[in-house]
């Protein structure tokens, strides 16, 4: 019986559909694993393909070319050098999986099924997989793996099957994506549990990358029988990282190796952010981002994380101003794009507002003014930007927070112009904090300036959109610390209005909050996608309909 067992963990960045490129990329990380004399590479989930691969998985040819890959693959380990777990589609027959291949000794050794299929917030597996049975172990070199694919680790059952019929570890592939604080409020519990349940221990292998909406941040770990920690990854980076294994008795068991640091929620945060904007960047293939920048505390976070993410060069900042903007507003823009070092123009937008009052007055007639002449001034700026993206390649960066999206304070057409968005899932109380903290901080990977990324005027003056005289954000908005405290009851909690009344706040404040929650739904259903921070982000985990006559929750 062999005594020692050498595994590396590949937290690796796959892209959806880019198979030679993920390929190539496992490929390096088996060269690197061969150097550190491992006998296991193990990759994440879907890491052929890319995950999630949504309906990529319904295309055939798409299929088949991971299956070809996954051969390609496995006839390299005929070099007798480390064997590899893969994560791909399984065509099974009539049945299709999401699976984990062994390869090993030249050929495909094993392949497990996902057993657990998720089917809430952000996934719908069940609609493009067929479930497979609940896996049994897999003999690999004298040892017996459980080979386990993500949501099976969050239920018992496939993991008891595999203690009872054998296994000696459990190893999960997984492409679980980020909310703040996941790992130790979710995952490490979790995985107590299942040691403790089948006294094994447990391997969580997780990609680190941006897939769209969704941020997968690593964080993989090894949990020995004892239910300590022997490695921990770090959150956003990618690292081959090699566990050894010995035996102790009839239990396998994990050496220490390093634990990482778990950053602070606002340092995960702003990680998150960085490597959302930066993959969808770089893997869509844009040359850098655009976008508006006002002198307000939206925009200026925005061009932050750009910075960082990109590099100042690659980070085109636009000033717009109207004669309504202040010249506070004016200096603090400049300031921001002189701090970040990036690329700052300025285009007045008052010719076009006088160019479109004179062309809309025959039809407006004698109406005063009022918030369509607002709207108007943001949709100039939209056209304004999307002309520049347009001209040059670069992706217009939109700027709006969830606590605007919440509420519909934000223009179609306007300032929700835009590719993406890093802002659509953090609360303007989130992102006065974000703004303090990258100010005091450099964010680990950092492409961006090493000191303050903005004026402290920019944090501490009231907001405004400044699309009329003396506007301020809290003329039409309540106090955004109780604005946001509403809706995270209504959106996070799904609490009611009678619910949130009994916990302190004020009945017609809530009513209001909600009406506006409800009603702006047609708007966020055509707003840019943009980064998952919480378990309610807009979009794929909160899904409500348009036209909407349910009004329960008002009583």
Known sequence: MAETLKIALAQINSHAGAITANVARIRAAR?????????????????IGGYPPEDLVKKPAFVAACAEAIAALA???????????????WQNGELLHNAAFLLDGGKVAARRAKHELPNYGVFDEKRVFDAG?????????????????????????????????GAEILLSINGSPFEVDKHERQRVPLAVSRVVETGLPFVFLAQVCGQDELVFEGASFVMNPDRGLA???????????????????????CAQGAVAPTPEPLAQIYGAMMLGLRDYVEKNRFPGVVLGLSGGIDSAISAAVAAD????????????????????????????????????????????????????APAFGNRPPDITEENLQSRIRGVTLMALSNKFGEMLLTTGNKSEMSTGYATLYGD???????????????????????????????????GAAMPERVITKPPSAEL??????QDSLPPYEELDAILEGLIEGEKSVD?????????????????????????????????????????????????NGFTALVS
């Open 416 to 450: 929700m112009c835009g590719g993406y968005s890093v802002l659509k899932d953090v609360y303007k109380t989130t992102v006065f904090a974000l703004c303090r903290w990258r100010n005091a901080h450099v964010p680990a990977g950092s492409r961006g300036p090493q």
């Open 499 to 547: 619910a949130l009344v009994a916990a302190g706040f004020d009945r017609a404040t809530v009513l209001r909050v909600w009406k506006m929650l409800d009603r702006a739904e047609y708007k966020r259903r055509q707003a840019p996608p943009g980064v998952k921070i919480t378990p309610r982000a807009f979009g794929r985990d909160r899904r409500y309909p348009i036209t």
């Open 133 to 165: 049975p609940a896996p049994g172990p897999v003999p690999f070199r004298g040892f017996r793996l459980g080979m386990m694919v993500c949501e099976d680790w969050w239920f018992p059952a496939v993991s008891e099957t595999l203690s009872e019929s």
């Open 75 to 89: 006839a390299e380990t005929a070099d007798g050098g480390p064997g590899v777990i893969v994560g791909g589609p």
């Open 468 to 473: 009329k005289p003396d506007q301020k954000d």
């Open 31 to 47: 060269a690197e694993a061969a150097r550190l004399a491992a006998d296991l590479l193990v990759t994440p989930e879907f890491s």
């Open 309 to 360: 993410a990109l590099g100042p060069d690659r980070v085109h900042a636009v000033m717009m101003p109207s004669p309504y903007t202040s010249a506070e507003s004016l200096e603090d823009a400049a300031a921001c794009a002189e701090l970040l070092g990036i690329r700052y123009d300025s285009i007045n937008i008052g010719p076009a507002m006088e160019a479109f009052g004179a062309m809309l």
């Open 231 to 253: 490695h921990l990854l770090p959150m956003f980076q990618e690292e081959i990282r090699l566990t050894e294994w010995h035996r102790e008795g009839e239990r396998l068991v």
